[in-house]
């Protein structure tokens, strides 16, 4: 879970990511492929052509000699937020693009894997290989964000159909305690060889106060005992800025929780089921995390106790909402060009989040990574984990 | 055009109108079925399912012994807004339900035409046959819904892929002349044994003024000296609410157009074509009509004036705009139950249309027909005829 | 209550129309004639200026020799909806104008009252009696919609102080009767040497079937049966419009109605005071109308029915909802130059009130009247009287 | 500037800050007193009834015998986002209140201040105190908020009304420099006995990054600059939460420039003036002070390096924006009960601002105090001050 990706042989590399990607659509139907039920929930459709758009356009385009452009609207089509890129579709309307068709975005990924082999076969360009590196590790942000997407789309299915069993948090196992930390410098972020993104860096110092950490994640047992006691109607324990959220969405359990007739029901990947109550609690906005350990009269770790703490505890079932805003470590760098709109541009009002999911891809966690989501999110696999002052 | 349904073989039309809805779907592939663009616009998909629900909920369960529901879902699923008969789902979100499948829509549709087709063979219930007459008429009004709609979903493709060569209207022949009506008491709405709507009964006086009505429908052309004469930034032509509509969106073309380079293109369902100036105006709101009419000093016809001169021009083009609000006849009954939803409910704030438009089914045309809009409708199959006062 | 205005003497009817609006708000406070809680209720400093600056616009600046402008501001800050007379203030912000001041607004009424004195004094120019006289009927409705206005801002303070015992509804007097119309051609509309609005015009024929109408209004008893009864909850009463908009804002009694421990009171301009079961409804839409005729098994008049039977029922205490959309008359002609975009660019989706009310100018009403208002709009002085057919 | 509040002498200083309230609003006009032209700008009117009744609500009610309460509504109406203190006003309906009046509340604050001063002449209770030092305080901060409103309320005449030539931003005078600051630990925060806010504490360290600051505020001259050369349209400076809030609000100056036949101006407190190139910029949001430090090439400090670096250059003219999220500081406690609402319910999604301003309360800035409002806010005295990392 922890490794990162090993490069050495980057066209197997390529060919096994671009290959999981289509593995994570397999049990779709043609029709689960268009919707956009709301605004940051994409049509997989459009994730299997977008991270087909990056290849071609960072890669092909630039470094192979005669390359034919697939389709010229593609380029339009296909573009997400890279402003540098040109003209792109509003991302909102997503959903209404029936052309091009799953089976020609299936022909397109053919086409530019086939052109990618070719020219990742006999390539000893390092620039080259390492826009590659960004490109499947940004496939591979993709791929989580597809079965996000996946169960956003199905769980909103008034029939709720299964996908498959697969991406399914187990319960907590270990019994529950807290591991301390002794106050002192502490060193955060990543460097070295191996591939990180520029908001892991630079590696620095922080001073860090006596804290702990509890080793299991908030299991849904413990957030129906905060629901059952008034939690979402208390707003003491709410941020101004949360309880105007979940007042107006009426937002009064963790994403995908239904009650019939008393008894509580998740929609899972395998279909509605019984609430399994030692399960971690997943679906929650940082709103709610928050809100739980205040009701618990502990708080949120900071992503530099989760990190300096990660030794400790076993993490990778859920992400984990820290209290720390999204901003740029000192002496951060953001890349050139339009690689460069990737990360820096979300460092404002945005909560970190550490650690992975069962949605994450196999090599694509760290201890250093650092997601971010806004507040309010809950169709990530996001997950509480608590932490206290000492 | 001009003729009624005809009922004598309940059966023979049954099965007629029914496969009619799926060769207007014919063209389309799986994912053109999903999308809902916008609220009023449905997706494929639910029209080939709510035209179904129509025959199951309102003739099979009540009338057919024995019947067997296809599936317990279906009635909340494709209901429409028939508040009477149970949930619905939420007219905007349709476009986001990808199952059933396309496939298992047609599935459905084959049960229940299979059963209908049982029932019909033997049955001599005049109820039934009453019901099943509103059904189809039902259906056929889904049929041109249907064409709208594809027209809708295809035209927003940044790609303008085409249909096929159905459904265009064709140019003026005739030269431009104008019919002119004497005042006097004229016999307005439907009356009889064919078939009609409770909308276009009873059969009434009404006292109309001298007046006139040109026989051929505004062209491109007029229409472009119109646009070129600054018609859209002259606040004098418009409605209050109608200024504020077309400034708030931006709206300055009838819907489909686009101009490159200088140049004049609409979107057709045989693809992105120039746009014919001798071809009838398509595609504007009553708005945009009246503003034309304005600009020309004249006006549109009222509902009343168009019905009593239907005789003496050629219609069946587009539907044409009145300047008449959808209000009941006096007299007026509504249908009881749920049936009695239909109509009655949307008579406030709606503008008539009278005529029909190549999009209409056959036999759906005569000229008591009302058909109603909001005066903002652009996506359906609309043009513009003009009046006089004498 | 039905005369028309005598204007032999223009200058005593101008100072005697002046002189009423400042009447009407001598009851307030200085900070009462600010704010304007939604976009259609203006400020009473709003209403007081800009009914003045109607005649420095256009009849000062256009008629007497020498005028001197009094703010060169005022012009763009009181113009209402006049596109034709240049830039305009937006609507919804007309409540955040706090200069100039009360006073000064009240200054530049003396001024411009004084200035017209002098012009009034000595003219025999039949075109600045023509606009007078229609400047003097629109200060009278803006006279009406003051006090509409001053009920809104004040019914909305949380402490609903009392303005005065002016402008109350009376209980019904008469037994309840039916009064029916013959089937015929009626002559409908105004002509003649009295002032009337353009919209009233032309007079012409109308064939009117057989019908009856109620002499009383609906009273508050009757309407508190119809909610008692869940009139509010039953969608087959309501057209769709209707439905939606009371679902979306939480309607479910008349506007200033309120419960308190299962007693109901209204807000009046003498303050909240508990409900009269014997007076008329008031600050009804036209879609509580309908519904509640609906539920009656009865209907409303159209505004034809309505004047064609106007002499034989009283009338004058509230403006009285009919089916009718409003709509120009045969042969309507608006008016030239900005007055012309007085009532035509509003002759769509409004329905038309007939009557009066208690808030309406003493010289200001006729049978030939036509008011008109959104079909939501509940500020108004509205009431319900039923008709049906016979 | 830098001193904290004597409070030897409580009742004195409650005097004296009562009275500085007053004198805020001594140039306005009654009718400047009562509109919210947006939902965080309250009415002067509100600001002097508001911190009234935090005196009544905490201290009288609760401290002083037989006390009676003003008036009954009061605590209903004057409540800002105390949950815990009962029923509130909507804050968006503030500018709607026309009563009290401006009188009554005045009087409301003279009945307030009597019955205090007799409270506080004889008490030595310390926990009256206590609460009347955050009284004070939290006073202070309105006073601030005040002017900023009052601004907002006046900038937004059309006529451009003058208030008085108070709380004017002077010109930078001091030539530019570059301070740094050598890596290490530095403790922050705040300690001791003076008054400070439960959000400064507790002191702690912080590792801190080889940095520099500018001694010299951004001015208009260099605003200009950035605008010039298209800094509002190249959405590389920008963080897209900021990209998306300027094209939407067609933001592309700071708040209260005009532009006038290619002349610029901005409105002051002391009427519409001809732009001053030598003052500091003001009115701008955290996006725009981003957006402009990243074309100079630097950036923005965090609150710890200003913080560190705060005794070696002057501050006080504007608040600064800092990159630091608002945040709680390791050990935070909040306070209990309704206090503690004050600062904890903020800590999400909000940016520091460091300093003070002109409109800043004399006794009431500090090295540590923290400021914070949403990155969008552009009517807080607002500057920019730069940074960079060595």
Not at 21 to 30: G, M, N, R, V, Y
Not at 96 to 119: F, G, I, Q
Not at 124 to 147: C, F, P, R, W, Y
Not at 202 to 211: A, L, R
Request: glycine fraction near 6%; aromatic fraction near 16%.
């Amino acid at each position: 879970m922890n490794k990162t990706l090993v490069l050495e042989d980057i066209l197997a590399q390529f060919q096994m990511v671009r290959k999981q990607t289509e593995s994570i659509c397999e049990p779709l139907l043609t029709e689960d492929y268009v919707p956009q039920p709301r605004a940051e929930v994409s049509p997989p459709k459009w994730h299997l052509a977008h991270s087909t758009w990056f290849f071609e356009q960072f890669v092909l385009v630039k470094y192979k000699a005669d390359y034919q452009i697939y389709h010229k609207d593609y380029s339009y089509l296909f573009n997400s937020y890279y402003n540098n890129m040109g003209d792109r579709i509003l991302k909102p309307n997503r959903g209404l693009m029936t052309r091009p068709t799953v089976d020609e975005v299936y022909d397109y990924r053919a086409y530019v894997n086939a052109e990618m082999s070719k020219l990742l076969d006999q390539t000893t360009n390092q620039e080259v290989i390492d826009i590659v590196k960004i490109g499947l590790n940004h496939e591979q942000q993709h791929q989580e964000l597809l079965v996000y997407d996946i169960k956003y789309i199905l769980g909103f299915q008034p029939t709720f159909p299964a996908y498959a069993n697969r991406f399914i948090v187990k319960p907590n196992q270990a019994p529950e305690e807290w591991y301390s930390l002794e106050k002192g410098l502490y060193s955060i972020g990543a460097s070295g060889s191996g591939f990180f993104y520029d908001n892991e860096a630079p590696e620095h110092k922080v001073y860090i106060q006596n804290c702990a950490i509890r080793n299991t994640l908030v299991t849904n047992r413990e957030y129906l005992a905060f629901i059952n006691a008034g939690g979402y109607k208390d707003f003491n324990l709410w941020h101004e800025e949360a309880w105007e959220y979940i007042n107006e969405n009426k937002i009064n359990t963790p994403l995908y929780w239904h009650n019939k007739n008393g008894e509580w029901f998740n929609y899972t990947l395998g279909g509605l089921k019984s609430i399994n109550l030692d399960a971690p609690v997943q679906h929650v906005s940082f709103y709610e995390a928050f809100a739980f350990a205040e009701w618990k009269g502990v708080r949120l770790p900071t992503e530099f106790e989760w990190e300096a703490l990660s030794e400790k505890f076993n993490w990778g079932q859920l992400w984990e909402w820290t209290y720390s805003h999204y901003e740029p470590y000192p002496n951060f760098k953001k890349a050139h060009g339009a690689l460069g709109e990737y990360n820096g541009k979300f460092m404002l009002n945005q909560n970190v989040l550490r650690g992975a999911s069962v949605a994450t891809a196999q090599n694509h966690s760290r201890k250093t990574y650092r997601n971010f989501f806004h507040a309010s999110s809950r169709w990530i696999f996001s997950g509480i984990r608590l932490a206290k002052s000492l």
